[in-house]
């Protein structure tokens, strides 16, 4: 693995078996303080690896835990096997990190360099999942952030997550990926690109040349949203 957390303390634990092809144990281990475990979170995290797996590539570990935090409000954040989510996040939240489990877990990126490889291409398959890729895709992006999408976190860093970072970088993506007019060719293109960088860190030249094979102007395209490669 690439990276490592872990959460300390007294839990609620709800559990699933997936097979994904092989066997996966997922759970929603709850803060005991907000004495329930949100089953919806439970039911979001087994489809999106269900769908992801599908999609994408068979996930590789054999569990996959949402720790559900009663301490931080407003809170999603992304690991290998574990993430962290709060119980005021909406259940989209808990698809988004469970797709960070392909995009930055299993296919790593320069975070600080290049974020769109883990937050575009995991926000573009939470769209997938919730049928909202027409509706994300239709953003307005607001001017400062227009044709940017390329740029590290330094540049990102500096602005307000809603709507810059938000727009700029998660809706941007989804339009980016949208343009291409083919959501499933898109999504073989990612599953290529997932067989072909697994386990490694990957660079956006690696995307290009997933998408190359179905959308040979796919260079070009992602150079009018601002990627460079």
């Known amino acids: ?51 992801f797996s599908k999609r994408y590539g068979a996930y ?36 988004h990190e469970t797709g960070h489990q392909w995009f930055y877990s299993l296919v790593g990126d320069n975070q600080a360099r290049t974020p769109w490889l883990d937050e575009s291409l995991t926000q573009w398959a939470t769209a997938r999942v919730w049928n909202e890729v027409t509706s994300e895709a239709g953003t307005d992006i607001p001017a400062n952030v227009l044709n940017q999408l390329g740029q590290p976190m330094a540049f990102w860093g500096a602005l307000p997550f809603m709507p810059d970072v938000w727009d700029g970088l998660y809706m941007q993506g989804v339009k980016a990926f949208a343009s291409f007019g083919n959501d499933g060719g898109v999504d073989c ?34 150079a009018g949203f601002g990627v460079r490669v």
């Open 189 to 222: 293109a990612l599953r290529r690109y997932v067989h072909n960088n697994a386990f490694r860190t990957a660079e956006p030249r690696d995307v290009l040349d997933a998408l190359a094979p179905t959308f040979p102007d796919a260079e070009a395209v992602l």
């Open 60 to 95: 590789p570990w054999h569990a996959y835990t949402v720790v559900v935090q009663a301490d931080r409000p407003t809170t999603a954040e992304e690991y290998p096997t574990i993430v962290f989510v709060s119980p005021d996040v909406p259940l989209e939240a808990v698809t």
């Open 1 to 51: 693995m690439r990276d490592f957390a872990l959460e300390a303390g007294r839990f609620l634990v709800a559990r699933r078996v997936v097979h994904v092809p092989a066997p996966v144990v997922v759970r929603v281990a709850a803060a005991s303080t907000i004495g329930i475990v949100p089953r919806a979170f439970l039911d979001a995290a087994v489809t999106a690896l269900t769908r």
